[in-house]
């Protein structure tokens, strides 16, 4: 009864502007009356203070959604109520559930501390969103597996980084690091990309020789000293170089980058916090 009527006037209202109006305080009120009617049918025990303090949960719960459960962008794809309608249901349900709950006769302090705790606790949590997914995505760089290290190429600057955790198409956790370097009058744009596996991943041959084609075009395989490997292509511009660095197997692969500069980027790997990756997904 709270979130439905509710959500139809929010998706109704999609495209205008709500900043200073009355609208949030409007719908609140109304979330409070339409559960204390509610309340009062189901001939619930203190329906006045159920609807009250259901009221003001469904709210904060409602809140708390709108920010934590991932629905695009109106601007993207165009409005979404029926994306959005949910999330004012299940903040409805879980609001006076809760409140209906904790008034029931006797009181339980635990049925009582419930219903004030889930949604502060919601809400609370919504309100530092990216401190919570910041500290875990650091915590599954910590936890991934692969060597946390990085090369520092000069000139270049990291723009991205994204971890694959191992499952059904990878055997192997790896983290994927991708470098710019900007054109200039003098130069083209170049391009480095990086991938780190555990060193059990496998070798820097077998690896080099995993694949002997890309786009009909064959591939060639040369051995350096140190048991690195680069793979190149005839009339391609990128070059693929394999080694080892500390634990962890390597993978430069470059574009509009020569392949002594490329090899030579093996040398300058160092440890890197996972705070470090983190900030540059």
């Known amino acids: 009864m709270a979130g439905i ?12 502007e709500l900043d200073g109006t009355i609208f949030p305080p409007a719908m609140f009120l109304l979330a409070i009356i339409l559960g204390t009617v509610g309340a009062r049918l189901a001939r619930l025990p203190r329906w006045g203070a ?19 459960v991932p629905v695009p962008d109106p601007e993207l794809i165009g409005p979404l109520p029926a994306l959005v309608v949910p999330v004012y249901v299940v903040g409805g349900a879980v609001g006076f559930a809760l409140s209906a709950w904790s008034f029931m006769v006797p009181l339980r302090w635990w049925a009582v501390a419930l219903a004030v705790i ?34 520092a190429i000069q000139g270049y600057r990291l723009v991205h980084v994204d ?28 391009e480095v990309q990086v991938t780190l596996w555990p060193a059990a991943a496998g070798r820097p041959r077998d690896s080099c020789l995993a694949v002997t084609e890309n786009f009909d075009v064959p591939l060639r ?40 500069d490329l090899v030579a980027v093996l040398s300058t790997f160092r440890p890197i916090s996972a705070e470090e990756l983190a900030r540059a997904t």
Do not use: H
């Not at 470098?179 to 009058?185: G, H, L, Q, V």
């Open 221 to 260: 395989c040369t051995s350096l000293p140190g048991d690195r490997w680069v793979r190149t292509g005839a009339g391609s511009s990128w070059v693929t170089v394999f080694a080892r660095s500390g634990d962890a197997l390597v993978m430069l692969n470059g574009s509009g980058i020569a392949e002594a």
């Open 118 to 151: 889930v949604p502060l606790g919601s809400w609370g949590a919504a309100q530092y969103k990216p401190q919570i997914l910041a500290w875990l995505e650091i915590r599954s760089f910590e936890r991934s597996g692969v060597p946390l290290i990085a090369p």
């Open 5 to 16: 009527p509710t959500a139809i006037i929010w998706a109704d209202a999609q495209g205008e």
């Open 50 to 68: 159920v609807g009250l303090v259901g009221g003001a949960a469904t709210w904060l719960l409602i809140d708390a959604l709108a920010v934590l």
């Open 163 to 190: 971890l694959n955790a191992a499952g059904q198409r990878e055997p192997q956790p790896s983290i994927w690091l991708e470098y710019w370097r900007a054109a200039t009058p003098n130069r083209g744009f170049s």
